[in-house]
């Protein structure tokens, strides 16, 4: 690792120091990482800024994840533009994101925005819907999926206007005990 | 109390009888017999199994009296209450036969009473829970225990070294260890027995009781090396031998639960194929888990592990498999044996501890065996929270290690153990059995009794019950995957990772293999948890009171094919609508008390005359929802319950519609009804209104949070309605008059859409309806409250409602579903039939009816009461009217009215 000083200035590295919730060796690890998906788009010179991003097609192409419905979702929701492109910011927001350091509210945010679907910064019956059709990969027929959606509109919709806010999905989700244990990564 | 006495008593004869037998027996057989004996006295045929019998029966009539007491047993938790009995038993047992008898044999309790408990505990394990604390489970399980027994043992023999210990105790270093190996696990049933009762949070739980299910391998495989050790004299025992036991250790367990897996993929192949035989469901259940029990105790395998991992691995499948009565009865009878089997435990325990032959008492030796465990489960506990703490994402804080600490309970395996030592190998057993006997003790008693105490005062987190969501499941489901998602896209190969590969595997290729393949279809797990839900909701609905929709709400499960979808999803939604309320408003069920009470006096009245036909039809119709499999269930229920029941049920489903629910809940009065009511009105001074409302149409469709505020102002004017009709909502007087012309034609032209209808259901009571006009409004808007897209679901929630138990008016929309009779009758526009009806229907026993007017205008005092009073009083008279027009249309009202 003795190419850790061309790879970022150290104001770039106390940079993400300051934005993520990582220590300088983890950002290393995760610059790696994030090379090694596209190692012929990224340098290993970041001390410019390059403008690289890893495409999406690259990213939902893994083996890993050719099985996993939300695959294109958590791209989007990262990616700068919603286009599932993903820059190294992205990348470390992410981790950043799922580390055990980052607060329950910003979570419980990012978790919101994966089940908006529609990004209208409200979970609605539709948005509901795609999620339960991935979850179950549309083994349920679509009355049972509107039934479903329905009453989980139903539990968590505490000003019954027919959608899920902010407020009523941080209501719910904090509500389960276990959302700090389950929605994590150990990098 | 008698009762506990006579087998006590009996019991020590029967005894002695066996133990005088052998002068009094052979005699009687040897002699031919004098003829044909007219009784023969064959004890000794029956002895064994008749002894397990009445032990066992000995047991369930404790715990019986046990239980007379609330306050004994929210402070003593059972277990030591049946180890004193077991010690009185004992004493009783000792006396009478002057020798110690029914001791826990080592045999009858690794072969017979432990396999029960395991099984039900591995059975019923929280697998993902387990699975999230494995790391830590695994490492108490075996690092601790090994830490203990090395400690405990050296330690002993430390203190022997320094003479604290009595010379006569004849054991060098091995004994110890070995003495340390059995004395140093935590038993699984003394920590179930003890933190069932103490309810701490589950984390905590499932780290203690997965420690002491797991720590089964080291203990046997460290008794197995240290007494083969002590057999073969430590002078003889190589390097090898060392290895070997370290290699043994992962043989035991890893083999134990390879055993397992293999009898839980056996069992789950087999049930598959049990369609036709559902009756053997259960067996099978029980047989392979025993099957692998026994193996693995054959291979000298950990059969505890193996047993565990037999139940964790099977019920998924096994419970996709068979069916929901199958389901009922493994679970019954896993509890019941499990806890047959831990109260026989706990009593024999007690018992053999009496048996002062067996054992020889050094002070030295208890007190310092008790202190050591003590001292070194805490060391252990926290050196090894310390090391897992700094892997854990949520820590195990202090209060939590201090419970884990104090949790470690030992119990029954230990003493078992210590019972099968060998004299002639090991000098000091009787010392090692008496400190076992007294460190059971202490632990299950003492602490035992103090847990609870400590835990509160620790205010460690408990265990909270807040009812699965379907939001949690779906969330958990999703999180699962992008936690997975994001782990393979940094190429971390973690738990989510694992697991994530696992269900689909599990997905691809077990789950088609292990399930029927229609279990496989329906069996997406958050359709599963909206199924339970529903059923939750309803089985709470009934216990509220809704007894007609109980039976439906009960079928659910057991109809497992797709095409019950439909009829499923009406009534859920029937029931999530009115169960929902419930669970909003507490305040509801404080009124509705005191109206059920009134209810019931009602009912009484009416039952005499009305209870036949209504029951004859509620069979009937019931059928049409019931799918055929649940039909006797459905008899018995539907034959069952009676009047009163009903209204409760009625009265409770109202109001829960009523006041939970913004959405629109429709109670269309029947047309027949209203005619009928008109009828009875104009004769009772009703102003022309009411009738000119009939003949149009009245579908009256019941709004709720909207018009409640007005509600006494409807109220009034609703008194003055007809008895048949059963409005849910309330509607304002202006709505009335408006709305009642446009309401009337728009309504009652589209089925499809129910109307809503403003009306209180206090006016349709008939003794009310002599006081004012009647008000039957059919509001525009609460049509078009219902949304376009719903109004299907709305038809077919409200045909439903008809089939199951509402008024035949209110479904008249539905009416589609339902066979074609019952259709025509039904009939939104109805109205037109209504006039021949009507007569028949009206026939109230005037009696009854003076009765519930006069109840209702007593009650009419308190305003909130009023609304509740006339829809009870209403209930009661639709009940009546229709019944007497039409048996099939009173079954139907009464349903509807629940609803």
């Not at chain 1, 099985?67 to 992205?90: C, K, W, Y």
């Not at chain 2, 077991?86 to 009783?92: A, N, Y």
């Amino acid at each position: 690792m003795g190419n850790k000083q061309t790879v970022f200035t150290r104001e770039q590295l106390e940079a993400y120091q300051d934005c993520t919730f990582f220590t300088r060796k983890e950002i290393m690890r995760l610059f790696y990482r994030y090379q090694d998906l596209a190692p012929q788009l990224v340098p290993l010179d970041y001390t410019s800024y390059p403008d690289v991003k890893v495409p999406y097609e690259l990213i939902g192409s893994m083996p890993e994840l050719k099985d996993n419905p939300f695959r294109q979702r958590i791209a989007q929701v990262f990616s700068e533009d919603g286009d599932g492109h993903m820059t190294l910011d992205n990348f470390l927001d992410m981790f950043s994101v799922m580390s055990e350091m980052a607060p329950r509210d910003l979570k419980a945010y990012y978790a919101f925005k994966i089940y908006d679907f529609n990004n209208d910064d409200s979970i609605c019956a539709w948005d509901l819907e795609q999620t339960v059709t991935r979850l179950t990969r549309g083994e349920l027929s679509a009355e049972e999926v509107s039934l479903v959606c329905e009453k989980v509109l139903d539990e968590a919709d505490g000003d019954h206007d027919g959608r899920l806010s902010l407020e009523d999905f941080q209501n719910m989700i904090l509500r389960a005990p276990d959302f700090l244990s389950t929605f994590h990564i150990r990098i | 109390m008698l009762r506990t006495a006579l087998p006590l008593l009996g019991l020590p004869l029967a005894e002695t009888e066996a133990a005088g037998e052998p002068t009094k027996e052979p005699g009687a057989p040897g002699e031919p017999p004098p003829g044909l004996a007219l009784f023969r006295w064959q004890w000794h045929e029956v002895e064994a199994p008749y002894l397990v019998a009445l032990w066992i029966l000995v047991a369930s009539l404790a715990k019986i009296v046990f239980h007379l007491s609330r306050k004994v047993t929210s402070l003593v938790p059972e277990s030591c209450l049946l180890i004193l009995l077991g010690l009185v038993l004992g004493g009783i047992v000792l006396a009478v036969a002057k020798k110690a008898e029914y001791q826990l044999e080592p045999g009858t309790f690794f072969l017979f009473l432990l396999p029960p408990i395991v099984l039900d505990s591995g059975y019923f394990m929280p697998s993902r829970l387990f699975f999230d604390n494995l790391g830590a489970i695994l490492t108490y399980a075996v690092v601790g225990t090994l830490w203990n027994a090395f400690t405990t043992g050296a330690a002993l023999w430390g203190l022997q070294q320094v003479g604290l210990v009595a010379p006569r105790v004849q054991a060098g270093l091995l004994d110890f260890l070995l003495f340390g190996s059995l004395i140093s696990a935590v038993d699984p049933v003394a920590v179930l027995a003890v933190f069932e009762e103490v309810h701490v949070n589950e984390t905590l739980f499932i780290i203690v009781f997965g420690e002491s299910l797991l720590n089964d391998a080291v203990t046997v495989v460290l008794y197995k090396v240290c007494n083969s050790f002590v057999e073969m004299g430590s002078a003889n025992v190589q390097a090898t031998d060392y290895l070997k036991g370290i290699a043994s250790l992962f043989v035991v367990s890893l083999g134990g639960a390879a055993v397992g897996l293999v009898f839980a993929f056996l069992l789950a192949l087999t049930t598959r194929f049990t369609k036709r035989v559902r009756i053997i469901e259960p067996l099978l259940v029980f047989l392979l888990a025993y099957a692998a029990y026994l193996t693995a105790e054959m291979a000298s395998l950990s059969a505890i592990i193996a047993v565990t991992m037999c139940g964790l691995g099977c019920k998924k499948y096994v419970e996709a498999n068979i069916s929901h009565k199958s389901r009922t009865a493994v679970k019954y009878t896993m509890k019941t044996l499990a806890s047959c089997a831990e109260t026989v435990i706990f009593m024999l325990l007690g018992i053999s501890a009496v048996d002062s032959s067996k054992w020889a008492w050094d002070s030295g030796l208890v007190l310092g065996t008790l202190i050591f465990i003590l001292f070194f489960r805490a060391l252990g506990v926290v050196l090894q929270t310390w090391v897992l703490n700094q892997f854990r994402l949520v820590p195990l804080d202090k209060i939590d290690q201090v419970v884990m600490s104090y949790g470690g309970l030992r119990g029954a395996v230990a003493f078992a153990l210590v019972i099968l030592l060998d004299r002639t190998k090991v000098p000091a057993k009787d010392y090692f059995v008496a400190t076992t006997i007294v460190v059971v003790f202490f632990t299950v008693i003492i602490q035992g009794l103090t847990i609870k105490p400590l835990v509160k005062w620790l205010k460690v987190k408990r265990s909270e019950h807040h009812k699965p969501t379907l939001n949690q499941e779906l969330h958990e489901h999703t999180f699962d995957h992008i936690l997975a998602a994001v782990e393979d896209v940094v190429g971390h190969h973690g738990y989510h990772y694992w697991r994530d590969r696992w269900e689909q595997f599990d997905k691809k290729y077990l789950s088609q293999l292990l399930m029927r393949r229609s279990a496989y279809r329906i069996r997406d797990q958050i359709w599963d948890v909206y199924y339970r839900l529903n059923i939750r909701d309803a089985i709470s609905f009934v216990d509220q009171g809704g007894h007609v929709l109980s039976s439906t709400g009960l079928t659910l499960p057991s109809m497992p094919s797709r095409n019950s979808v439909a009829e499923t999803s009406v009534t859920n939604l029937l029931r999530e609508s009115g169960s929902g309320a419930c669970l909003d408003l507490q305040v509801i069920d404080t009124v509705r008390s005191g109206r059920d009470r009134e209810d019931a006096v009602m009912h009484h009245l009416l039952c005499g005359g009305l209870y036949k036909p209504r029951r004859r039809y509620k069979a009937s119709c019931s059928r049409h929802f019931i799918s055929e499999d649940a039909q006797e269930r459905q008899d018995k229920e539907v034959f069952q319950q009676n009047m009163k029941r009903r209204l409760e049920s009625f009265k409770s489903t109202k109001h829960n519609i009523c006041f939970t629910k913004n959405k629109p809940r429709l109670r269309k009065p029947g047309h027949k009804k209203k005619d009928g009511v008109a009828n009875t009105e104009t004769t009772n001074g009703k102003p022309p209104r009411d009738l000119g409302f009939q003949d149009t149409a009245a579908v009256i469709v019941t709004l709720e949070s909207e018009e409640e505020e007005e509600e006494s102002d409807s109220s009034e004017t609703e008194k003055e309605d007809d008895e048949g009709i059963i409005f849910v909502a309330r509607a304002t007087s202006e709505v009335l008059q408006e709305g009642k012309v446009s309401g009337n034609l728009e309504v009652c032209p589209s089925p499809r859409v129910i109307p809503p209808s403003p009306t209180c259901a206090e006016k349709q009571l008939p003794w009310k309806s002599g006081q004012g006009d009647l008000a039957v409004y059919v509001s525009s808007e609460t049509t078009k409250i219902v949304p376009v897209d719903m109004q299907t679901g709305w038809n077919q929630s409200i045909s439903s409602l008809e089939s199951l138990a509402s008024p035949p008016c209110t479904q008249a929309p539905t009416m589609t579903h339902l066979p074609p009779r019952p259709l025509a009758a039904e009939e939104p526009q109805a109205p037109l039939a209504l006039p021949s009806d009507p007569l028949l229907s009206f026939a109230f026993p005037p009696s009854l009816a003076k009765a519930g007017r006069s109840r209702s205008e007593s009650s009419a005092d308190i305003p909130q009461q009023q609304e509740l009073q006339p829809l009870m009083g209403q209930k009661d008279h639709t009940h009546l009217s229709p019944r007497a027009a039409n048996p099939r249309w009173c079954i139907q009202f009464n349903k509807g009215g629940q609803l």
